[in-house]
């Protein structure tokens, strides 16, 4: 299965990373090159969780796992796409959606018909 996974923050990542050793194609998109450019180089770009940090390399040498940073061409060819993006509470208690919403549209200039979201 194809699954893409929107977020690879410290939940985002770690997920993405499970589907691949579990043998799915699995394509992760990020805003942040940062983290991109890591896993495409095949290092983990958070350092949090030993047991994610160790599988990576193999992961991505065996290509079940890669980033991008364009979502819409992340999910194009995904049969499932998982979001995974901050959304953030202030003081006051109001919600910052400006992630999602801006995930969800990216997410619709990509995705296909019969795909899970």
């Given at each position: 299965?194809?699954?893409a996974?929107?977020?690879?923050?410290?939940?985002?990542?770690?997920?993405?990373?499970?589907?691949a050793?579990?043998?799915?194609?699995?394509?992760?998109?990020?805003?942040?090159?940062?983290i991109v450019?890591?896993?495409?180089?095949?290092?983990?770009p958070?350092?949090?969780?030993?047991?994610?940090?160790?599988?990576?390399?193999?992961?991505?040498?065996?290509?079940?796992?890669?980033a991008?940073?364009d979502?819409?061409?992340?999910?194009r060819?995904?049969?499932?796409?998982?979001?995974?993006?901050?959304?953030?509470?202030?003081?006051?208690?109001?919600?910052?959606?400006?992630?999602?919403?801006?995930?969800?549209?990216?997410?619709?200039?990509?995705?296909?018909?019969?795909?899970?979201?």
């Open positions: 299965m194809r699954v996974v929107v977020g690879l923050g410290h939940i985002g990542l770690p997920l993405a990373a499970q589907y050793s579990r043998g799915h194609r699995v394509i992760g998109c990020d805003t942040d090159a940062a450019d890591a896993l495409n180089a095949g290092r983990a958070h350092d949090d969780e030993a047991e994610v940090t160790a599988r990576i390399p193999q992961l991505v040498a065996d290509g079940l796992l890669s991008t940073l979502d819409a061409e992340g999910v060819g995904a049969e499932v796409v998982v979001v995974i993006v901050p959304v953030a509470v202030d003081e006051r208690g109001e919600v910052d959606f400006g992630a999602i919403d801006a995930a969800t549209a990216d997410i619709g200039r990509g995705i296909r018909p019969n795909c899970l979201v």
